[in-house]
């Protein structure tokens, strides 16, 4: 039995599972890890195998297994994601340039794959177990798996051998990082993680991409679409009146819980679709938002100036292509981030703060004094900013044009609010999908 499948098997029905799952933190003195005993599958005797189910936030649960022989000395160690696939893939691009950036911390499923472009190495989905680690860490397992087999192949094919060997040498070099590359995670599931040791700043160096997932990766990860019953054209009327209402788990206990979406006319604004999940067995709550309409024709970046307490007030929807920015605590938050929420002003910076402060590597265990108290202060000035006691800029930028901020005088111009379009550029519309998007004689190149 797997080390996911014993965890399920023990977990029993309902919410029961959130219990097993304790939040990870040096103070809690009791969660130890369970030991098995099993075979060690290089000298065939009994080892120790040690299982701790731990909720990481921000990750949601792991099973963090090792396993060790004291007959023979191996060892071994792997990490499992027992919580659910998120909605939507990641991708993470980080220009390596420096020796500190290969002791970024790193958590790989072992459904992602691993690339660096420069040297055209891969590393498959499927083909390694999940570890928590380094980018010097990843590198290393890679030179350890092709350095394995070598005393075969110098046997049976020494230009393969010396061609192996040539390409480990280049491996090894990257740890010097004589010259920046690139490192690249893409995980369909959506939890894989590379650190950002700046945080909350934005990072310039790592790009992080929130894609939906293809049919292929989809079926990969053992994920079948479900398809939506066609309606007639006339019960879009019907719908705008309609609470939805469908089956779905909570993401944070796994337990049944159902999902209630309603189609809102936002004044002054567009359609949109409001998503809300309510989950009886822990309490868990969450609401998405998306956009009802398409996308823009130009991009939209709304500055409002906080002024007064009662700009918290503010109803504000913020899509998922929507980035956040707040110069004054020089914060900016990518597009993807917190999805799409329509919320108010307070509660969207209630939302930044709980992520900041919910991250492992920024204010738990995993994160280094410095750290720990530059991203504490951070906190105190975002909490001023919520309470009123310090005025600041807030900034939406959307390149799809779907995101808004309620202006308090409208239909009148709202001094404290500036409201701009622009055009889009090239890299804005390769990240929308519009670039090799066909709008105009697609139906005639069907038919041929």
């Not at 393969?160 to 090894?172: M, P, Q, R, T």
């Amino acid at each position: 039995m797997s080390a996911l499948g014993a965890a399920e098997a023990g977990a029993g029905p309902g919410g029961a599972a959130a219990a097993l799952f304790r939040p990870v933190g040096a103070e809690d003195g009791e969660q130890r890890p369970a030991e098995i005993e099993s075979l060690c599958m290089k000298c065939h005797r009994n080892g120790v195998t040690r299982l701790l189910l731990t909720r990481v936030p921000f990750f949601r649960e792991l099973i963090v297994s090792s396993f060790s022989c004291g007959a023979c000395g191996w060892a071994d160690a792997e990490i499992q994601a027992a919580g659910s696939i998120q909605e939507r893939g990641v991708r993470y691009a980080l220009a390596v340039a420096s020796r500190q950036d290969m002791n970024r911390e790193v958590v790989k499923t072992d459904c992602a794959t691993t690339r660096i472009p420069e040297l055209d190495f891969e590393i498959p989905a499927f083909s390694q177990k999940g570890v928590l680690t380094t980018i010097e860490g990843i590198i290393d397992r890679a030179v350890a798996g092709l350095e394995q087999d070598q005393p075969v192949r110098w046997a049976t094919d020494k230009e393969v051998a010396s061609k192996i060997d040539e390409f480990i040498g280049k491996l090894k070099q990257l740890k010097e990082v004589h010259s920046p590359f690139t490192f690249i995670i893409d995980d369909p599931s959506g939890n894989s993680f590379v650190e950002n040791p700046y945080a909350p700043q934005k990072d310039e160096a790592l790009v992080v991409t929130h894609y939906k997932r293809t049919p292929q990766q989809a079926a990969m990860l053992g994920i079948e679409g479900e398809e939506l019953d066609e309606k007639p054209a006339d019960s879009a009327e019907d719908l705008r009146n309609e609470v939805l209402q469908f089956n779905t788990n909570c993401p944070e206990c796994n337990a049944p819980a159902n999902t209630n979406m309603k189609l809102v006319q936002i004044p002054h604004f567009k359609e949109v679709i409001i998503m809300a999940t309510n989950c009886d067995s822990c309490g868990h709550r969450t609401n998405e938002v998306k956009s009802g309409g398409a996308i823009e024709p130009q991009g939209t970046r709304i500055t409002l100036r906080i002024t007064d307490p009662s700009d918290m007030t503010r109803d504000i929807l913020k899509s998922e292509t929507c980035s956040v920015e707040i110069p004054e605590l020089e914060f900016e938050l990518g597009m993807g981030a917190l999805g799409g929420k329509f919320t108010t002003l307070e509660g969207l910076l209630k939302d930044i703060k709980d992520l900041v402060e919910r991250n492992p590597f920024t204010l738990g265990d995993s994160s280094t004094p410095s750290k720990k108290e530059k991203l504490q202060e951070f906190v105190g000035r975002l909490q001023e900013i919520i309470e009123g006691k310090t005025k600041a800029h807030f900034i939406m930028d959307d390149p799809a044009g779907n995101s808004y901020l309620q202006n308090v005088y409208a239909p009148e111009e709202d001094p404290e609010l500036k409201v701009e379009r622009y055009e889009r550029t090239f890299e804005q519309n390769e990240e929308l999908g519009l670039n090799d998007m066909r709008t105009e004689g697609y139906e005639a190149a069907a038919d041929r």
